[in-house]
């Protein structure tokens, strides 16, 4: 009885040991497959292999609008965008955001949720010169808390 006991145990473990290698495979296949699922620096390299520099404003929104996992565009032909790590002396003396170019689009790709329940929220800054020539590409991520 006792043998028995211990065999249909192991047999147990096993079972969820194989449902736990698959889950983790399942994970990095997607991770993987989802470039917007790395660190920013890594997802900045897939943007500008796509946007390089140089690139027209109207291209880059054909591609992002192409790339639905970037997300929907915020676009604005009247100002740059607010740089969150560069900045320069304000008006008043005290740091201020660079601002980058004439132009811009923001995007924030799909929110994904990180292992311990945290929520990664990646954003995107593509920067314009007067004559709609992509000058710069920012990507930033976030991670908060996630509420249930």
């Not at 497959?33 to 796509?50: D, E, F, G, Q, T």
Request: aromatic fraction near 8%; hydrophobic fraction near 45%; include cysteine.
């Amino acid at each position: 009885m006792r043998k028995k006991f211990k065999l249909h145990c192991k047999r147990i473990l096993l079972v969820l040991a194989i449902i736990a290698c698959i889950l983790l495979a399942l994970l990095l296949i997607s991770t993987i497959y989802n470039p917007m699922r790395m660190p920013a620096p890594i997802i900045r390299i897939h943007i500008l292999r796509h946007t390089p520099i140089g690139m027209c404003m109207d291209e880059v929104i054909r591609v992002i609008e192409n790339n639905e996992r970037w997300g929907i565009p915020v676009i604005s032909r009247i100002t740059g965008f607010r740089h969150p790590s560069r900045f320069v002396d304000g008006p008043d003396g005290s740091a201020t955001a660079a601002i980058i170019g004439v132009q811009s689009i923001q995007t924030r790709p799909e929110i994904y949720d990180v292992p311990l329940w945290h929520r990664r929220i990646t954003r995107i800054l593509w920067g314009f010169d007067e004559d709609g020539k992509l000058i710069e590409v920012y990507v930033g991520s976030t991670f908060s808390p996630q509420l249930r």
